[in-house]
């Protein structure tokens, strides 16, 4: 057995559901956007009820919450700004992701209990930038994605023991330098800088010549076209030793604008990983749980620039891809019934079920569909009216918010 390893499993959650699905999953805490001043304006984020709820929700089981705050203000935005941070305080949120100096300035001034997490935005990638930040009155900082390994630890050296290292080690990332990207306002009239981001690198592109005007010129990788902005995703499972040795806390999952099912298959493989961590040094990660992050919907996998390197940009398609198709999410066990389960995607009888679940007994495991029930008894043999319940008689005493899913 090695030492305690202090460290958090920080999930991504666009709304309500997908943060009772992240700590269904294993999550430590869960950061969120509220309905203002976060960078992703088109992800459905949380009404005020809604924040003050999922705060509730969160603190009654021993995790923390996180908002995020960090668009790059403008003048008009301040007037709001004041009671917004009160009011975050007030209904307990733990801590504010911010950017902007003034918006910093805001919450020391008119929420001065809440912790100030500064965000990657700021694309802070030395440890004087992370000193100085700390210095503000700063607790976290989430550091670049730009950040080896080895500067990291070096940040970690220099920072004080009470501010922390909160990192991305999977999902989606940006083209441009910590996000700092100027192609969607240009192209679409949309800043992503202000949460509004039409993902323009994900397009595809052609060149023209500068002395053959209108004549394009295709760059072929494919038959579908080149996408020569598009970047890969991060995963970095196999590597949590690393990143607890270079002083990183907090472990965050990109993707407040993907599906329950991603956040609870990521979340799900990431905790696993890292218990295994805490109770070996040595762990390995099994071939199951590397297997888990190719059943979600990705792009080509990198380790970023974590170890130096530079391969992020993918050259494949910009289309994330997924081989496996959220059918139902349990909703209880009956001994007589079987499993109870809100129907997602179409199945039937016949069809082999996967189970994904936090509870080792059944992760990984399938169930053969045998039978198919309604609520009123009667046998469905094709199950195609979603959220009807439905129930699967089965030995398997699967959880409340467990997920069956199929091979497409």
Same mark, same amino acid.
């Given at each position: ?94 801590? &504010?992701?911010?950017? %902007?100096? !003034? ?5 020391? #001034?008119?929420?001065?209990? /809440? @912790? ?102 295709? &760059?072929?990788?494919? %038959?579908? !076209? ?5 970047? #890969?995703?991060?995963?970095? /499972? @196999? ?170």
């Amino acid at each position: 057995m090695c030492e305690t390893v202090k460290t958090e499993l920080l999930a991504p959650a666009g709304d309500f559901e997908k943060l009772k699905t992240a700590l269904h999953f294993g999550a430590d805490a869960v950061y969120v956007g509220g309905s203002n001043f976060s960078l992703r304006a088109n992800a459905k984020n949380f009404s005020r009820e809604q924040l003050k709820e999922a705060c509730r929700y969160v603190g009654e089981r021993g995790k923390k919450i996180y908002v995020a705050v960090n668009v790059f203000a403008k003048n008009d935005d301040f007037a709001a700004l004041p009671e917004y941070l009160a009011y975050l305080q007030e209904i307990g949120v733990d801590g &504010v992701i911010v950017t %902007d100096p !003034g918006v910093i300035e805001f919450c020391k #001034k008119y929420a001065p209990v /809440l @912790e100030i997490h500064i965000s990657t935005q700021a694309n802070t990638t030395n440890k004087y930038a992370a000193k100085f930040w700390a210095d503000q009155g700063a607790k976290r900082i989430v550091l670049a994605r730009e950040t080896s390994l080895a500067e990291i630890r070096e940040i970690r050296d220099y920072l004080p023991d009470d501010v922390q290292i909160e990192a991305f080690v999977h999902g989606a990332m940006c083209i441009s330098y910590s996000g700092r990207c100027l192609l969607s306002a240009v192209l679409a009239g949309r800043s992503g800088n202000r949460g509004d981001c039409v993902q323009a690198c994900r397009w595809e592109y052609e060149i023209t010549e500068k002395n053959r005007k209108g004549q394009r010129l295709p &760059v072929f990788e494919d %038959d579908r !076209g080149t996408y020569i902005l598009n970047s #890969k995703d991060l995963n970095m /499972l @196999e590597h949590i030793g690393e990143l607890v040795d270079s002083g990183v806390y907090s472990f965050k999952i990109e993707g407040r604008m993907k599906s329950q099912y991603y956040v609870a298959s990521v979340v799900n493989a990431y905790r696993k990983a890292i218990d295994g961590f805490a109770a070996d040094k040595n762990y390995k990660v099994p071939p199951l749980l590397s297997a888990e992050l190719e059943k979600n919907s990705h792009r080509d996998y990198t380790t970023g620039f974590y170890f130096g390197e530079k391969d992020s940009v993918c050259t494949d398609t910009s289309q994330p891809e997924c081989d496996y198709e959220f059918i139902a999410l349990v909703k209880g066990y009956d001994e007589k019934k079987g499993v109870a389960v809100e129907m997602r995607n179409r199945f039937r009888v016949g069809d082999t079920l996967e189970i994904l679940s936090p509870d080792d007994r059944y992760f990984g495991k399938t169930l053969e569909v045998k039978e198919i029930y309604d609520e009123n008894g009667n046998a469905v043999s094709d199950a195609k009216l979603v959220q009807q319940t439905l129930y699967i008689p089965t030995g398997y005493a699967l959880g409340k918010d467990d997920i069956l899913r199929k091979k497409v």
